[in-house]
């Protein structure tokens, strides 16, 4: 497995046989899921995520952790995010954006991810809008 944070180790060992259960109802569904390639991504979108938690947020963390599993698992067996994805838009967005709102994410993490996601979907059909045009902005 790629190498995480703490932080984020340490969701995963607790919910180690739930978050492979989920896996393995998303690879009945879709037999050619690359496990590895999911890791992969779990280290280098969700990890990033994890840590933008105000610390101090054990069950906060483990909420983010867990929405950004299951809206990640989602996406990547529809081939919208990892090292197949047509584009990194949205782990883009969501290391960019979601990591910057930090107690935001915390609260809400599943909306908050929804919402990033669905703009880069509805950006990207609107001629690619490059991330730069809405992703950067004064820091």
Request: aromatic letters at 6%; glycine letters at 12%.
């Amino acid at each position: 497995m790629p190498r995480v944070s703490d932080r984020l180790g340490s969701v995963l060992q607790a919910t180690r046989d739930e978050l492979n259960h989920r896996f393995a109802d998303a690879r009945r569904a879709n037999a050619g899921l690359d496990g590895q390639a999911f890791l992969s991504f779990v280290a280098e979108s969700i990890d990033p995520l994890a840590q933008a938690v105000p610390a101090g947020n054990g069950e906060r963390i483990h909420s983010v952790v867990d929405a950004a599993y299951d809206i990640g698992l989602e996406l990547f067996s529809k081939g919208l995010v990892g090292g197949q994805a047509r584009s990194r838009q949205i782990e883009a967005a969501w290391r960019e954006v979601a990591t910057a709102t930090g107690g935001l994410l915390a609260a809400t993490p599943r909306r908050l991810l929804a919402a990033l996601t669905n703009a880069v979907v509805n950006l990207e059909g609107e001629g690619g809008v490059r991330r730069s045009g809405w992703l950067g902005w004064p820091r």
